[in-house]
């Protein structure tokens, strides 16, 4: 079994508790999917663009680049970057670098060089694994897929310790560089595992759809926890799509949609009579889901609607599939047997109930730590363990968490703070609204004003904008300025809503 020197920064003990009391499986990611090729060869693991592959077949794939990945110098301890669409070739990377007790560090397709060549030079990867030619942008070894899927014979697979490191999870946040997050096998198959378990209901099989990139964290539920963990079904596609997307889900039948809120409004919005009947569940996350897009989604897929949140750095909480629907946009209760959640003040101390305080966890899908910043490990992980989110929530006396906002996402007009995600909210209610995001945008006298930038189905004035919010009670100064109008949200490669891009958007707009 190999072994690792990387600190972890969530105490030994803990760990080993967490084993102890069933939290944990104890293997590693490969490990526990070659159980599953062995209990059912033949059980479809990947329905992707180009067809159909079992458990057996995938397996195939995944040892065949193992076998060309060690021909060229990589083993146990080493990261590999990976840049590859949703399809085959990125679940059979992952399962090709756990098998040879390597680290794998997926980021999504469409992120620029500049990035790649930063991921790579601070994560020390020793090759890349890309549909894009990226020899020019790294210093590194790139291999395309086609490459390392040569006869080369088989790898035989490594035993890496469950607690030692295993992907490198990339986060933007608002730093200068994307975060790059160490997650180790046991919290990936046991914390990220027990979260989906308890999204799929009793005596059913997991057929999950991803809409976003396996390369994102929300996508890294794909391979490690439907294939390792739960012995199920992927459903890929390389680009999500509206019209393809429907196709898809006629064709695979997928139980679970796994994406952004903004999808699911596209879906729903897309004209299609493609049979939704097999979906049963419907798991928005990445960005705030409002009751309006909620309850389109209960009604359009007939389906139950699980609320997420969640993030790269540590943190998941989501309502249950029995939960009333008037919880539905709430991130329900924290489950400990995946992320326990306090809410705290500036000192780290804890807040009473119904109070706003920063939200920090620690628990099974706990990370390790950071990856190549100890500023980042010094700033937001704490000496016990704990996770600082700079999400802030409250909780009400039942238990149930409300996020409602980030500490750095505050629009600051005329000294006055305002929460975009509050506005957002209230404005998504409004019958003309499909889809909102609410930037702020620099203003000489009163420093910013918030823009409103809306998919609607009809034209909407500022003032209309006004007279709504006031009537559900939201103060006047918090109203939008300006409005942007657009056909559709751009979306980062992750598949979320790009506020960047809408900000640059607002900025460019004529007042």
Known sequence: MTTTTVRDLVPAELRHRWAEVGYYPDRDIY???????????????????????????????????????RCRGVGAGDVVATQLANGRH???????????????????????????????????????IADDDLRDAVDCTVFSPRELLEPAGVAEPVRSDPNGPARILVSSGSEAEPKMVLYSHNALLGGRGTFVGRLIPP??????????????????????????????????????????????????????????????????????????????????????LDAATAQACREGFGATVVNVYGSADGVNCHTALDDPAHRGTGAGRPNPAVAEIRLVDD??????????????????????RYVGDDDLNARYRTPDGWVRTGDLGVFDDAGYLTV?????????????????????QVLAAHPAVRDVACVGVPDELMGE???????????????????????????????????????????????????????ILARRARP
């Open 31 to 69: 490990d526990l999917y070659a159980v599953r090729v062995y209990l059912h060869p033949l059980r479809t693991a990947v329905i992707d663009d180009d067809g159909e592959l079992t458990y057996a077949e995938l397996n195939e794939l995944a040892l065949r680049m193992a076998a060309n990945l």
């Open 90 to 128: 990125a679940v059979a990377a992952d399962l090709a670098v756990g098998a040879l007790g390597g680290v794998v560090l997926p980021f999504p397709v469409g992120r620029g060089s500049g990035e790649a060549r930063s991921l790579v030079s601070r994560s020390r990867a020793v090759a890349v």
């Open 203 to 288: 005596g059913e099989d997991l057929r999950a759809l991803f809409l976003v990139p396996l390369a994102s964290s929300f996508g890294s539920n794909g391979t490690t926890v439907t294939l390792a963990r739960h012995g199920g079904t992927l459903v890929l596609q390389r680009k999500f799509s509206p019209e393809s997307t429907m196709a898809l889900i006629e064709r695979a039948r997928p139980t679970h949609l796994f994406g952004v809120p903004t999808m699911f409004k596209m879906l729903l919005d897309h004209p299609s009579t493609a049979d939704t009947s097999s979906i049963r569940v419907i798991a928005p996350g990445g960005a705030q």
């Open 347 to 368: 000192e780290l101390r804890p807040v009473p109930v119904g109070s706003v305080g920063e939200i920090i966890a620690r628990g099974p899908m706990s990370p390790m």
């Open 404 to 424: 409602v906002g980030r500490r750095k996402d505050v629009v600051i007009r005329g000294g006055a703070n305002i929460s975009p995600a509050e506005v957002e």
């Open 449 to 503: 004003r918030l823009c409103a930038c809306l998919v609607t189905s009809s034209p909407v004035t500022v003032d209309e904008l006004g007279k709504f919010l006031g009537e559900k009670g939201i103060a006047r100064f918090k109203h939008p300025e300006r409005v942007l109008g657009l056909d559709e949200f751009p979306l980062s490669p992750a598949g979320k809503v790009d506020k960047e891009a809408l900000r």
